[in-house]
């Protein structure tokens, strides 16, 4: 499964940006999916991520009620919308595939494969 996320770019705080991720092959819809982020100097963070179906999605604390994320299987992408944005936001957000239970969807470690990364920086 390869990756391809995009929609990162410069924003003033307050504002909004949508991210899409878009994984190849015909198995997307089994997989669990999370975008997570990494800040200049500061370790890679869960951001948010749904399961299979799109039913049951779950948030860091300090994104709640700003962001969402969803996905469409019928056109294999997982979105990531991104409202009230801060300053704090700004990082490389990543998007991830895994085939683990949804437990452990906040543990990167337990993601088979991740995306490139977009950029996303947050004016003060």
């Known amino acids: 499964v390869q990756l391809q996320a995009s929609g990162g770019g410069l924003v003033q705080a307050g504002g909004s940006l949508g991210l899409s991720c878009a994984p190849s092959?015909?198995?997307?819809?089994?997989?669990?999916m999370g975008w997570f982020r990494q800040a200049p100097g500061k370790e890679r963070e869960f951001v948010a991520s749904?399961?299979?179906?799109?039913?049951?999605?779950y948030y860091r604390v300090s994104v709640q009620g700003r962001f969402t994320i969803s996905r469409d299987n019928a056109k294999n992408t997982v979105y990531l919308q991104m409202n009230s944005l801060k300053p704090e936001d700004t990082a490389v957000y990543y998007c991830?595939?895994?085939?683990?239970?949804?437990?452990?969807?906040?543990?990167?470690?337990?993601?088979?494969?991740w995306g490139q990364g977009t950029l996303v920086t947050v004016s003060s």
């Open positions: 749904i399961d299979e179906s799109g039913d049951t999605t």
């Open positions: 991830a595939a895994t085939t683990w239970g949804w437990r452990y969807t906040r543990q990167g470690s337990k993601y088979d494969y």
């Open positions: 092959g015909r198995t997307f819809s089994t997989y669990n």
